[in-house]
């Protein structure tokens, strides 16, 4: 019995280093999921989602008007003016679709949203990303509408509807990196939709198919392109956008 | 949890705004006081990674807030000085709006919401839109949208501007309630603010950290320094050469209550407070 109290008296606890136990933690960690908190939404989709469909919707209305409209007019109205009139209707659209952006950074409020998890930037991107998508399936489906009820043909139609849809975006975006003002804005649309008719429709009148597709990826071209110039200035100043 | 700032600086042109600034920052409230122009806004705004620092980092725990980006950031809540909320928007869709923005489920952003808005005293306010608040309460829901996040970072960028005194004082509760387990820091101009509940203070000039301790270590730095004394009206040209806090004149005397380095014949000592130490550190006719 003495024998055994004297043994446990003698005992000592092996020390732990420090460092090892540091190591198995670290070593732990990496094998821990990589989620922050369990307060944040981690899904990409549904947060772009969220993003892009939280706040005003005014803008869907908006579009779903013009789109009515554009049904209605080239049906009764303007059907030998059809190229013309889904040229208008088209940098129209994207007017709305940019009203739609700038509500974000028309108040100063991108201090507090430069601070959030999704940036200003992300959300540009989100809805750029899903907007641009929807928008761009209408405006299909409307060319595909007019392909039926006019003699002109598709490859025609797409060129016009979509040449001022990237040119009006890529443009406001390159701009607005120089000059920030409310009346780019409104110059831009009026513009857009002149320079935009003008071009195609003499690449036309040269009658090469060809070339409208080619001047109309050089604006896809142009507009991922001033996107990106767009995105890097972003980083670097802030909130800049067309006024703040 | 500590924020470590290494020789951060930010240059506008050739001014240069904030001027290396190296400090430790712990839980707790941290006052950051300074005049206009001494680079309070700036400071914050790289803390809170709205602006890129010309030169020096920022570690949070020991990981360099560059590399952390989005783990940073749900960690963050701000006030800016200029807050802008949208008009149009009501309370409690601008809540909403924000806690999307920050990334949070919604059913953890509906709960912080009615948490929030019963803290800042605006449930009634609830379902009306933002352009037809107060001055105060558009001051207390950018407060409710900052917490959003429960964030462990709080910068607060004169967050008292507009309030009232009740409400400064909810405001005052508020924030030492939340301060324990944060890194708090609030810049200000007002002195009554920060008295009581500041762990820490910080006082800034002209983009540097002129002193940073606790408020009774620098009151303590302060003793002897600061003087009343009542003199005939005709001798009161004699002590415009010290920093006058005070003056109250009588009809034949004038009450003076001044801040000196050197000691004032006849005058006596008074506890210093923190108004003079904020006068003592801007005392060159610099505005406040
Ligand atoms: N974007 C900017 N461009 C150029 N100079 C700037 C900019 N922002 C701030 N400054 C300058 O940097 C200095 C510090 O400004 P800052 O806004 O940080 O001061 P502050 O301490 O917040 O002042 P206040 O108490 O008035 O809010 C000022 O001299 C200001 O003129
Ligand atoms: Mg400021």
Known sequence: ?244 | MELNLNKLTKQYGSKLAVDRVTLTLQPGLTALLGANGSGKTTLLRMIVDIIKPTSGEIFYDGKNIMKLKEQYLCDIGYMPQHLGMYPNFKVEEFLYYMATLKGLKKSYAKIQIDKLLHKVNLEEKRHHKIKTLSGGMYQRLGIAVCLLNDPKIVILDEPTAGLDPKERMNFKNLISSISQDKIVILSTHIVSDISEIADRIMIMKDGSIISYDRPEVLLKEMEGKVYALTVPNDNVVNYEKYTIVNRKVGREETYLHLLSDEKIEGATLLTPDLNDLYLYHFKDGEEF
Not at chain 1, 26 to 45: G, H, M, N, Q, W
């Open chain 1, 1 to 244: 019995m003495n024998n055994w109290k004297r043994k446990l008296k003698d005992y000592t606890v092996p020390e732990v280093k420090r460092e090892k136990i540091e190591s198995l933690v670290e070593l732990c960690a990496t094998y821990l999921p990589k989620t922050i908190d369990d307060r944040f939404e981690i899904s990409k989709v549904k947060q772009a989602l969220m993003v892009t469909f939280s706040g005003k919707k005014s803008w869907l209305l908006l579009e779903l008007l013009v789109s009515v409209i554009f049904l209605f007019g080239i049906y009764h109205i303007v059907k030998d003016q059809a190229l013309f009139f889904i040229t208008f209707i088209s940098s129209l659209m994207t007017f709305i679709l940019i009203l739609s952006f700038l509500q974000n950074i028309s108040y100063g409020t991108w201090e507090i949203e430069k601070t959030c998890m999704i940036s200003t930037e992300k959300v540009l991107l989100y809805k750029i990303m899903i907007i641009g998508l929807l928008h761009m399936v209408l405006l299909f489906f409307l060319s595909l509408y007019t392909f039926f009820l006019t003699p002109y043909d598709f490859v025609t139609i797409l060129c016009y509807g979509f040449f001022p849809f990237f040119l009006s975006f890529a443009l406001l975006f390159h701009l607005s990196i120089y000059f920030h003002s409310k009346m780019l804005f409104l110059g831009i649309f009026i513009c857009v939709n002149i320079i935009s008719f003008l071009l195609i429709s003499s690449f036309h009148a040269i009658s090469s198919i060809a070339l409208s597709v080619a001047i109309l990826i050089s604006s896809i071209v142009y507009f991922l392109f001033s996107i990106h110039k767009y995105f890097i200035k972003m980083e670097e100043e802030g909130g800049c956008l067309l006024w703040n």
